[in-house]
């Protein structure tokens, strides 16, 4: 069934750029010891181990910095094109420090073993460099390095000490991948870690923080929980992240419960490390965001499908709720088989029955619909609707959505013009039908940046790159965007060129052939 268009796409304008509260991942804490919980083989490698705790007893804070751009386009509805102009929006820095622990570890053997395990003496000058380097709890040891212990720990009948050392490095490594944004890669070293002690806590409080850096709050809530059934206890890190995951996934009373835990108490308490102060501060920004959220959920109806929730900002009305799910539900399986993908949580849907809309999204008042990267919410106006919903309104749930898919897949990184012309494309528009002869020869030769160039131009980018390199190198782009936390890099890892260059050469053959 055709869907008619809300209005012609060429005078589709992006909203100007506005301050949006960005959503801060949880503060960590962490604890180093012993990872088989008893003593540790004495060899030249205790003192990896005894660094290993003594570092983060000291406090080691390691500040990812995630620069997001944001995709909080509303959908556009017809208006003149011309009065503005399109701009980058700005990257927002996001911290997550690493707190210190307060537990007391374990004392190391009094005095090493002579040497044995069958290794040479090239190997053990290796480890003894290995554990000097570890010394260092800035330091971060390279693959090769890595490898070599791996093999190491192999020949020597999985020695406890160097499995220590092996571990240390492990989390090193996850260090390193987490503040480069390189999620994937600190996943694989996690998961490196389980095979080692499958048991270890302190891999889930990595695994939480990479989970809610890369804003997948099902797998937050999955790590916080695993790491509280085997540590036995819950802490100040883990219980705000199990908070904020559980909020964004409008889990609104079980996350204000969280924030009621003991843990908590420490906020109140007087005064306290830097990395405290912060969590509690968002803890309680939170606290109150929630319970302004829950006043204002009171007695409202929740519509919900397997795949999304719908919740009424204003008077519920029915019809539209169940047309809204599905055609929601219709084109999550059609989006679902373009990107190989489905998102990890439910996506929340935020139907505005009131003129309030506007005021509370900052959206402009030509704005049909909106996304945003922050709280993964779809925010749709539909005061004045019908009883049920119009067709017309079918493209802006499909173009809302596919930004949900492209930030699920990118983390959030996929560039503004590119997240445009993909979710323009999965509306079904092509800039040769949307554009007569003489529009097409106007945009080519005027070298236009009033917006309706800027979004017409984003199309021609997005539909180019999938008929020349195909959806799954278009999908492989947006995954390869979350492994290296950077734009340029998924295009070089991808295509072999930066993003800008591949840009310039689309737009010149666009040119030269329409002009």
């Known amino acids: 069934m055709g869907t008619p268009r809300v209005a012609p796409p060429s005078l589709r304008l992006p909203p100007p750029p506005r301050s949006s509260r960005a959503v801060t991942p949880p503060t960590v804490t962490h604890s180093r010891g012993n990872p088989e919980g008893g003593d540790v083989h004495a060899s030249p490698l205790v003192a990896v181990a005894k660094v290993g705790v003594a570092a983060t007893v000291v406090g080691i804070a390691f500040f990812l910095l995630i620069n997001r751009a944001p995709t909080d386009e509303p959908k556009k509805v017809g208006v003149a094109a011309g009065a503005a102009t399109a701009r980058p929006e700005a990257r927002r820095p996001i911290e997550i420090p690493l707190a210190p622990t307060t537990r007391t570890p374990e004392p190391p053997p009094a005095a090493p073993p002579p040497r044995g395990n069958g290794l040479s003496d090239d190997d053990w000058r290796f480890l003894e460099e290995f554990s000097k380097l570890l010394m260092n709890p800035l330091a971060r040891p390279t693959d090769p390095q890595i490898t070599r212990v791996e093999a190491i720990f192999r020949q020597a009948g999985e020695d406890l000490s160097i499995k220590a050392a092996l571990m240390e490095g ?60 085997l540590a036995g206890e819950s802490n100040l890190g883990i219980s705000y992240a199990l908070a904020l995951a559980l909020a964004r996934l409008d889990r609104t009373a079980e996350a204000l419960s969280v924030l009621g835990r003991p843990a908590f108490e420490v906020c109140s308490a007087g005064p306290a490390a830097a990395a405290v102060m912060t969590t509690c501060q968002q803890a309680s920004a939170l606290r109150t965001e929630l319970n302004a959220t829950k006043a204002a959920e009171a007695g409202k109806e929740l519509f919900e499908s397997e795949r999304f929730h719908v919740r009424f900002d204003g008077e519920t009305q029915q019809g539209v709720a169940r047309d809204v799910l599905f055609v929601l539900d219709r084109a999550y399986v059609r989006l679902a088989g373009i990107y190989n993908h489905r998102p990890a949580t439910k996506i929340p849907v935020v139907l505005h029955s009131g003129e309030d809309y506007y005021t509370k999204t900052g959206a402009p008042r030509w704005s049909g619909g909106q996304y945003s990267s922050h709280d993964g919410r779809i925010q749709i106006p539909v005061r004045g609707l ?48 949307i554009l007569s002869p003489r529009e097409l020869k106007v945009l080519a030769t005027e070298r236009r940046t009033d917006v ?22 278009i999908n492989d782009l947006l995954l390869a965007m979350r492994e290296t936390g950077s734009v340029d890099g998924a295009f070089q890892k991808v295509f072999g060129k930066a993003y800008e260059a591949m840009k310039r050469d689309i737009l010149e053959i666009f040119w030269r052939r329409y002009s």
């Open 452 to 473: 309706m160039s800027f979004y017409m131009l984003s199309l021609i980018i997005a539909q180019q790159l999938v008929v020349s390199r195909g959806q799954s190198s």
């Open 170 to 229: 492990y989390f090193r490594k996850s260090h390193e991948a987490i503040s480069g944004r390189r999620f994937s890669e600190a996943t694989s070293a996690l998961e490196r870690l389980k095979t080692l002690n499958p048991q270890e806590p302190r891999i889930y409080e990595f695994e939480t923080m990479v989970r809610a850096g890369a804003d997948d709050w099902s797998g937050t809530e999955a790590s916080g929980r695993k790491y509280e059934s």
């Open 386 to 433: 019908p009883s049920s919903l119009p067709r017309e309104m079918e493209n802006t749930l499909v173009h809302e959505l596919s930004h949900a898919f492209a930030a699920s897949m990118s983390s959030g990184l996929t560039p503004k013009d590119l997240n445009e012309g993909l979710a323009q494309y999965m509306e079904g528009l092509r800039f040769e039908t």
